[in-house]
């Protein structure tokens, strides 16, 4: 029996605050002086307390394992990469 190989995307790695609801007001060009609400966001906990800005950073200089590009816009991780990166840092 095969066992499938676990993924986690960014978003599942990071963890990002709480944002409230925003009224933008937009001040120049075509759409000056119209308004556009921005949906409040709820706090994301991922695995690691980092941003995903923190985290691409770290996969850039070689301090987190690299992902794997599945294509389009799909980048991921496999997961047992990733906890075994968790186990190095904390022994």
């Known amino acids: 029996m095969q066992t499938r190989e676990q993924f986690y995307r960014a978003k599942q790695i990071a963890s990002a605050p709480a944002t409230p609801e925003k009224i933008h007001v937009y001040k120049t060009g075509a759409n000056a002086g119209k308004t556009r609400k921005l949906n409040a966001k709820p706090a994301r906990q991922g695995i690691l307390p980092i941003s995903e800005k923190t985290l691409w950073a770290w996969t850039r200089e070689g301090k987190f394992p690299q992902p794997i590009r599945m294509g389009g816009n799909v980048t991921v991780w496999r997961a047992s990469d ?9 022994a």
């Open 82 to 90: 990733v906890q075994k990166w968790i186990e190095e840092q904390s």
